[in-house]
């Protein structure tokens, strides 16, 4: 019974009984008034509880259109968070970056992931990441901290490198490439089709592989004699991957430039089970050109306490062992164990050719154009 009906029982014990008739009356019909308004609003008060209960925050993610996870880590990373992910995916890797920083002023996302080191200092001269010594850190190597500041954090890398076809080599009796100099050698004319650095990542990866190889005086002269002996040369990695590499199509062209993990990809995707690779990789001598990808804070973002958490859950072990099967690239998290199928046939360079962030973003738009120049025009 509400409190009102007490008080007036109570308070009218020292009046007349019709006083105390006409208290209690009029009390009863103020709570009862009150009791059918309640049922009244009832319905409406129920149905706001399903959104009250699902209510929750929502975070952004902005990465390439190659960012891929298991639904598993994220519905975890949602739950343990009480938020909702948005992956927001805005074209490959650079046009990603491009739309980052024009829209620094009104952020389309909280968390950046993808800035690799090709556009490394780019993403940091633009100044659009806050700082952030995640306590994951500790647990990656120094060799992948290349910002002091921690505004972009290491999260995975590969090497970008030639792939052969094994079965095309073995059939013609001839040795593969082990060197980006055999294939200039007249025994390998018109095998080798290549992504254009203007319009593709790996294009533009294997360009610096030339050039932290040969150097930035011999870089140009080695294409000059690439071009000599017949290289192709496609818009993409997936037109050359699988519209010419004759392992993966149709294509005539038994050398590709791909990834060190190819190989591991290859046989993780087989129709039937294989033995061995039906690729290989030319990881030796400075041949390939390792790619390192990055996480940042966006500044601006209003939910910064969770942008930390997103940071510190992708450089997680969980997430870290997920990686490989999902974008076929390597943890930078040394307590992550790889996929047996990654240990067999993924390959990494153990002296990847180098070439600096800074001189990358000095002379980026110099080395494509006297690329393009050399090779196309």
């Known amino acids: 019974m509400p409190a009102e009906g007490l008080f007036c ?188 650095p203007a319009t593709s990542s790996p294009g533009l990866a294997f360009l610096l592989a030339t050039i932290g190889r040969f150097g930035e005086q011999g870089y140009l002269g080695y294409w000059q004699q690439l071009r000599a002996n017949g290289v192709l040369v496609a818009n993409g990695w997936e037109d050359a991957y699988y519209g010419h590499f004759s392992a993966a199509s149709k294509g005539n062209r038994p050398i590709v430039v791909s990834y060190g993990s190819s190989p591991a990809a290859e046989v993780y995707y087989a129709e039937k089970p294989v033995d061995s690779a039906p690729t290989g990789a030319v990881v030796g001598n400075g041949s390939a050109f390792r790619q390192i990808e990055f996480i940042g804070i966006l500044k601006g973002t209003k939910k910064k306490i969770l942008a930390r958490k997103l940071v510190d859950f992708m450089l997680s072990r969980p997430f870290q062992e997920d990686i490989p099967l999902q974008m076929f690239v390597f943890p930078v998290n040394r307590t992550a164990t790889l996929p047996p199928v990654f240990k067999k046939y993924a390959r990494l360079a153990r002296t990847p050719a180098m070439v600096s962030p800074a001189a990358i973003e000095k002379n980026r738009e110099a080395w494509i154009e006297a690329w393009t120049n050399t090779v196309l025009r």
């Not at 968390?111 to 306590?135: C, H, K, M, W």
Request: hydrophobic share 45%; proline share 6%.
């Open 9 to 196: 029982i109570s308070s009218s014990a020292v009046r007349p009984w019709w006083t105390a008739f006409f208290v209690v009356h009029f009390c009863y019909k103020d709570t009862l008034m009150k009791k059918n308004i309640f049922l009244v609003f009832l319905p409406f008060l129920i149905s706001l509880l399903p959104s009250m209960a699902t209510a929750q925050e929502t975070l952004t993610l902005m990465t390439h259109d190659s960012f891929n996870v298991s639904k598993k880590l994220i519905r975890q990373f949602e739950k343990q968070n009480q938020v909702k992910l948005q992956v927001f995916k805005a074209g490959d890797a650079g046009a990603a970056l491009v739309q980052a920083i024009l829209s620094r002023e009104n952020p389309v996302a909280d968390v950046f992931f993808g800035v690799d080191n090709t556009f490394f200092s780019r993403a940091l001269q633009a100044d659009i990441f806050e700082p952030y010594a995640s306590p994951e850190l500790a647990d990656i190597a120094d060799q992948f901290k290349l910002d002091p500041e921690n505004r972009l954090l290491p999260v995975d890398f590969g090497d970008v490198c030639l792939n052969y076809d094994k079965a095309w080599f073995a059939q013609k009796k001839l040795a593969p490439p082990t060197d980006l100099k055999d294939l200039v050698k007249p025994e390998y004319k018109d095998l080798t089709i290549v992504e254009n």
